[in-house]
């Protein structure tokens, strides 16, 4: 007669029987005691797993709050440097203009003075005040940005392309981030999270089948364990894939 012994007071029980005749301590196949501890392994380590996934959406949502903050921020930051820069622009043309104007008005005098006979005693004073309009002139141009580009060939001021390499500078040392990547990437991670959630809930359904394979007695239980097992090795593999491409 194939015999069990029990594992709490070692008595030998036939084979047949569910609990032992001495203590009552149930009795299980080998066989069966290793299925149950390698499904109580599981359900620890897919519990580990359902953590880091949480763990993980937890740190993908702290990180698109951040970079939407950075973005908010960077528009700001634009914003006011156009501010400025359409004020700087506005500044320099305006001086630009009276630099032109009394360039305008330095050879109209001079123009005048010269169509004058000699003796004339307009000549000299008509001179003089071209010269000074010329002074003029050079005070408004030390007080605005002109370059080569900034000038069109019609010798007026581009104020647009003054602007635009204004603004340029400035982006060289505040984060203006005008192609919104600040957002796009905060979109990216709020994606990573809501697969991270849903490969949570799909590792739910894992857990459910491995605790329903260690209460069913009946052949099903190892159904119940291969539909866990499979669920689990789709979470890791989803989980690997998410982490990979969605970073």
Not at 67 to 86: C, F, K, M, P, Q
Request: glycine residues 6%.
């Amino acid at each position: 007669m194939e015999i069990i012994r029990c594992p709490e007071c070692g008595v030998e029980n036939p084979v047949g029987n569910k609990h032992c005749g001495q203590c009552g301590e149930e009795l299980q196949p080998k066989a069966e005691g290793r299925f149950k501890t390698l499904v109580s392994i599981l359900i620890a380590v897919v519990s580990i797993v359902g953590a880091i996934l949480a763990w993980r959406a937890a740190q993908a949502g702290s990180s698109a709050s951040d970079a939407d903050v950075r973005g908010t921020v960077s528009i700001i930051h634009r914003n006011e440097a156009l501010v400025a820069s359409e004020a700087d622009m506005y500044r320099n043309l305006a001086a630009y203009l009276q630099v032109r104007i009394h360039d305008v008005l330095s050879r109209s005098l001079h123009a005048d003075s010269e169509r004058r006979a000699s003796d004339d005693p307009k000549r000299l004073p008509l001179w003089d005040e071209g010269w000074t309009e010329i002074l003029v002139a050079e005070a408004y141009l030390d007080e605005v940005d002109v370059r080569p580009e900034y000038i069109r060939a019609d010798g007026s001021y581009d104020g647009r392309a003054a602007q635009d390499i204004d603004m340029a500078q400035r982006a060289l040392s505040t984060d203006f981030d005008p192609q919104g990547r600040h957002f796009a990437r905060a979109d990216l991670l709020r994606a990573k999270v809501r697969w991270l959630i849903g490969l949570g809930l799909v590792l739910s359904v894992a857990l459910l089948c491995y605790t329903l394979a260690t209460v069913i007695e009946r052949r099903l239980k190892y159904l119940f364990f291969a539909l866990g097992s499979a669920i689990f090795a789709l979470v890791l593999v989803g989980t690997v894939i998410v982490e990979l491409s969605l970073v």
